[in-house]
């Protein structure tokens, strides 16, 4: 039965209405859910009505003028008297009725109802599925950067295609129990009505494809999950041990796992370094001409050291006050004194002791040539000279 511009207009309107009023129950019938669901059902009817009202200016305007002419035939201007497209109309709608004697003039409520809390639900459990599937390959990319999403993809699609070819053979099947056949015809009998073949074939396969995305969006994580096995199970015993660490435990483990990173990162870091230049503050070679300029190149053996090569003149120089050489010196029993700066060799520094002992003998105290004594005239003499005198009597 062809709908005409004007009942399709009224229609139209009425379902705008039926939109409006609809939403003043929203706020409090949603209330539990929270505000931010309430908000996004309210926008939805909003883009519901103002989609309707758009298709009705679009009518109104008429730009075809097939409304014009629709009205024009109607009331029939010239001849009041001619009841010929009334009749046409009439006949329509007995065929129409005829052919579907059950079939509900209306179903409004129900074209309302599309926006139902089901619908609702089912799609915003396919947003979840499907940032659930963008976050899963993402981590995938990162955990696994081998793994084939290409295939992986492909075989959720096989999957899909062949569980879409068995529902569409249930479909076929009239003695199936449970079709969505009968489910499509259980919705449209609790709104008071029955519904063709037809139009249950039609429903059906509006959400066989929509049932198939979210199928899709399923299986898809599925095989990502499987992908992740090895992945989810180290994860678990991790966080099984870190339940049986104390705090300070956790805190070393993750120092620990700090230093070995940056030496990992050092071992991979591989620097070109030719002439063997040394480590600069930076962990880099130095320039050549600072090499050149200090004179590194130069070696500087050291015999109290065991034969250590110091290269550098400064670093000749430091290392006669750092451990190595004062330990050196501790195992030849030598004191690590100024006096064997630049001595290198084991026997000048035996002979330099050897001699600083013999000095220091040599200017040991001698109390009768070093002591000086003074008689009552004011002579002075040292003290052997003095007791001399003095037994002989003369002072």
């Given at each position: 039965m062809s709908t005409s511009i004007l009942e399709t207009q009224r229609r139209t309107t009425r379902k705008s209405s039926d939109f409006r009023n609809k939403l003043p129950r929203i706020d409090t019938r949603h209330k539990k859910l929270g505000q931010?669901?309430?908000?996004?059902?309210?926008?939805?009817?909003?883009?519901?009505?103002?989609?309707?009202?758009?298709?009705?200016?679009?009518?109104?305007?008429?730009?075809?003028?097939?409304?014009?002419?629709?009205?024009?035939?109607?009331?029939?201007?010239?001849?009041?008297?001619?009841?010929?497209?009334?009749?046409?109309?009439?006949?329509?709608?007995?065929?129409?009725?005829?052919?579907?004697?059950?079939e509900k003039v209306e179903v409004l409520e129900l074209e309302v109802a599309k926006v139902d809390e089901d619908q609702e639900l089912e799609a915003d459990y396919k947003r979840y599925l499907a940032h659930l599937v963008e976050y899963l390959e993402g981590f995938c990319k990162r955990a696994l950067p081998l793994l084939d999403h290409a295939s992986l993809r492909n075989a959720a699609t096989e999957e899909v295609n062949e569980w879409a070819a068995s529902q569409d053979q249930d479909m076929a099947d009239p003695s199936c129990s449970v079709t969505l056949h009968k489910k499509a015809a259980e919705v449209f009998a609790a709104n008071g009505?029955?519904?063709?073949?037809?139009?249950?074939?039609?429903?059906?396969?509006?959400?066989?494809?929509?049932?198939?995305?979210?199928?899709?969006?399923?299986?898809?994580?599925?095989?990502?999950?499987?992908?992740?096995?090895?992945?989810?199970?180290?994860?678990?015993?991790?966080?099984e041990r870190k339940q049986t660490l104390s705090v300070d435990e956790i805190e070393k483990a993750k120092a620990e796992d700090f230093s070995a990173d940056e030496e990992e990162?050092?071992?991979?870091?591989?620097?070109?370094?030719?002439?063997?230049?040394?480590?600069?503050?930076?962990?880099?070679?130095?320039?050549?001409?600072?090499?050149?300029?200090?004179?590194?190149?130069?070696?500087?053996?050291?015999?109290?050291?065991?034969?250590?090569?110091?290269?550098?003149?400064?670093?000749?120089?430091r290392h006669f006050q750092e451990w190595r050489h004062a330990h050196g010196m501790k195992c030849l029993g030598i004191p690590n004194l100024k006096h064997f700066q630049e001595i290198t060799k084991i026997s000048d520094a035996f002979a330099l002791w050897e001699k600083l002992n013999t000095a220091k003998k040599a200017e040991a105290f001698k109390a009768e040539a070093m002591e000086e004594f003074e008689d009552a005239e004011g002579n002075v003499f040292n003290k052997k000279t003095f007791e001399d005198l003095r037994r002989q009597g003369l002072l």
């Amino acid at each position: 039965m062809s709908t005409s511009i004007l009942e399709t207009q009224r229609r139209t309107t009425r379902k705008s209405s039926d939109f409006r009023n609809k939403l003043p129950r929203i706020d409090t019938r949603h209330k539990k859910l929270g505000q931010a669901h309430s908000a996004n059902r309210i926008n939805r009817h909003l883009d519901r009505i103002q989609s309707l009202s758009q298709s009705l200016l679009d009518t109104y305007a008429d730009a075809n003028g097939a409304r014009k002419a629709e009205i024009a035939s109607i009331s029939n201007a010239g001849n009041s008297a001619d009841f010929t497209e009334f009749y046409n109309r009439l006949k329509d709608i007995k065929d129409h009725h005829r052919r579907h004697p059950d079939e509900k003039v209306e179903v409004l409520e129900l074209e309302v109802a599309k926006v139902d809390e089901d619908q609702e639900l089912e799609a915003d459990y396919k947003r979840y599925l499907a940032h659930l599937v963008e976050y899963l390959e993402g981590f995938c990319k990162r955990a696994l950067p081998l793994l084939d999403h290409a295939s992986l993809r492909n075989a959720a699609t096989e999957e899909v295609n062949e569980w879409a070819a068995s529902q569409d053979q249930d479909m076929a099947d009239p003695s199936c129990s449970v079709t969505l056949h009968k489910k499509a015809a259980e919705v449209f009998a609790a709104n008071g009505g029955k519904i063709s073949q037809e139009k249950q074939t039609e429903v059906v396969q509006s959400k066989l494809e929509a049932l198939k995305e979210v199928k899709l969006l399923e299986v898809t994580i599925q095989k990502l999950g499987e992908s992740l096995v090895q992945q989810r199970e180290d994860t678990r015993d991790l966080i099984e041990r870190k339940q049986t660490l104390s705090v300070d435990e956790i805190e070393k483990a993750k120092a620990e796992d700090f230093s070995a990173d940056e030496e990992e990162e050092e071992e991979n870091n591989e620097i070109y370094n030719p002439l063997k230049l040394p480590m600069g503050w930076d962990g880099k070679p130095i320039p050549y001409w600072l090499f050149k300029l200090h004179g590194l190149g130069v070696e500087y053996p050291c015999e109290i050291c065991g034969n250590f090569i110091y290269m550098g003149r400064k670093a000749f120089d430091r290392h006669f006050q750092e451990w190595r050489h004062a330990h050196g010196m501790k195992c030849l029993g030598i004191p690590n004194l100024k006096h064997f700066q630049e001595i290198t060799k084991i026997s000048d520094a035996f002979a330099l002791w050897e001699k600083l002992n013999t000095a220091k003998k040599a200017e040991a105290f001698k109390a009768e040539a070093m002591e000086e004594f003074e008689d009552a005239e004011g002579n002075v003499f040292n003290k052997k000279t003095f007791e001399d005198l003095r037994r002989q009597g003369l002072l």
